[in-house]
Every structure is written in C-alpha cells, then in structure tokens.
C-alpha cells in the first residue's frame, strides 16, 4: 500500500507534466531538463522518510541505502536539469548562477543545489569528516531543509510544464515529510546521549 | 512546535519572492523632473543575435508587441527608429534565428510588430526587445506577460542621445 502511494508520488506529476501543452514547443534537451526538475521534486518527498525509516517494510539498514541512492539520483537529476537548461539557454543559467536573473526563482533553485550538493558531500565524506554524529546529523538536515525550501518555492514560482494541482501537493508533501522527519528524530537536540 | 514554524517560513519566503517580482515592474515609471532613460532589465539582452533583419511579420503571426520610443528629458517621439524583438515563441526558440525580427517606429514613435505567440520559457511568458542602433544608448527590455494567454505584449523605451 505505502509503496503504491510513493510509486504515485514520483509518477503522478511526471504524467501530468507529460500532458503539458508547453513541450509541443520545446527541443527535447529542453523537455529531459524540466522532467529532471520534476523527479528531483519526487525524490525529495522520499528521501526525509528514507532518512526517517519510515517506509514500512524496510529495515533501517536498506532504509539507509536506499537513501543513499535516492541521494545519488536526486544529484544526477539536478546535474542533468542544470545542465539540459545551460544547452537551452547558456545566458538564463549563466545568470541564474551568478544571482543576476530576473527571475527570483532561479536564485531559490540555485541556493537549493548548492545546499543539496553540500549535504550530499556531507553524506559522502560523513566517516572522514569525523563529526560527533549528532552535530553531522544537524549540518546534513540543515542544507536538506534549505533544500527543501529553495525547492518548493522555486517549483511553486514557476511557469513551467508541471500540471499546478500535482505540483502543489508534490511541493506540499515535501514540506510535511522533511517536518515529520525533523521532528521525530528531534535533530536540533546535539546534545551527547546520557 | 517545528512544523508551523516551517510552513510559516516558506510561506513568507514565497511572499517574499512574489513582492520581489512586482518591484522589479514598479522600477518603470519616470521621474517627475525631465522623463529619465529607461534603463536595461536584468536579462533583456539574453539570446540576442545582432542584426535581426526589418520584417513585415515574424513567423506566422498572431501575437502583437507594441511599444513607444521617446527621447529622455523632453519625452519627444522618435520616429523611424529601430526595435529588435525576439521570445520563445510557439515557432521557435529565443535562440533560433527565425525568433528574430525588427520593425522601425513610425511618426508618432510607436511600433507594432506581428509575431508568433509567446510561450512560457525558463518560468515567465516573456520578451526580448533592443534598441540598439547607435544614435541613443543600447538599451534591452524583457517585459513579462501578465498571463501567458495574453495575446499581445508592451514595451517602452526612454532613450538617452549618447
């Protein structure tokens, strides 16, 4: 039942955006790069209950690795958007990275995947990095909440290809899984374990 | 006790970026002494490909930019002047060469050119406009449509003698 509702969760607006009147006039470089937007979306609804090892039926060892490549992807998807839109448009990027767009979603999304690259180093380099667990655990949830953030407000600011009643609840969804998470695991208590 | 305060952050984050957006419109209108130079939006000169060749009427047609070209401090028209205007459109991308057109003003310094309609591209449903002939300052607009149906779109240019 949970696995149909997260299948749901990543396919629903991807089927909705696919219906999206905008891609009759986009080159298909254009199109990868919105649908890779669009997934990292899903993904980010996943990964706060990966992390939270909420998904019943996993146990907290595959939660965990499934959270490490749902991250792995949600990386390769931000690339692939970034990426896809630069071969579309090199001056809109361009301008996005250096926060002179006109568009103040651009500056949200690029906060967003500055703060999701980081918390991914964070994820990679967790072992060397040699952090008391907790004080990682605060610095990674920190930049996953920007994330979070920049990402619903530069998805919900956006004229694009998502159909607007699935991007709300995809955007809303988000939001909630990334609080319940945070509130469960009561990340901001770094104090040591009595 | 964490979750509101989430909510309320993105959602005055959201508020935020919104009022933002409509600043950015509200830095158009002139002062009250002598009308000043329109300056260049931020992003107006993206994709721009020098040269755009006078047409009758980009692609198809079916969608209409307008606009006025004055002259700073005295606020006189200026006819005969060049505009060059190009968008994502339903025929092309801003990049593309057939995206491309220029019209002149006419007596009154207005213009009026044909084009096809504009579609939302990179978040906004927007234009490029560039005056960019020499005899006034460059100066680049990317007006953004009120809604992305609008079949028509303005742009005003308050140009600076160099």
Partial sequence: MIWAVVT????VPLVAAAFSPLLAWRDPIYILAGFAGVLSMGLLVLQPLLAGRDLPGLTPLESRHWHRWVGVTLVIAILIHVAGLWV???????DALLFVSPTPFSAWGVVAMWAALAAATLGIYRQRLALRFRVWRLSHTGLATVTIIGSVVHAMLIEGTMEIMTK???CALAVLAAARTLIRLRVWDIRRRS | MTHPHLSRRSVMALGG???ATGGTGLLLPARAAGLAPTPSMRGGSNNYRPGAPIVDRIGGGGFWMTGTVRRAGDGAPLPGQRIQI?????EGHERDPQSHGATLTDANGEFRLEMPQIVPAFGQPHG???YDSGDFETVFLRPVMASSKDQTLAAHFVLKPV
């Fill in chain 1, 88 to 94: 579309t448009s090199p001056p809109d990027v361009v």
């Fill in chain 1, 168 to 170: 709300t609840a995809l």
């Fill in chain 2, 128 to 130: 490029h406009l560039a």
């Fill in chain 1, 8 to 11: 749901a969760v990543l396919a």
């Fill in chain 2, 86 to 90: 190009w968008a994502h459109t339903t």
């Fill in chain 2, 17 to 19: 970026a919104v009022l």
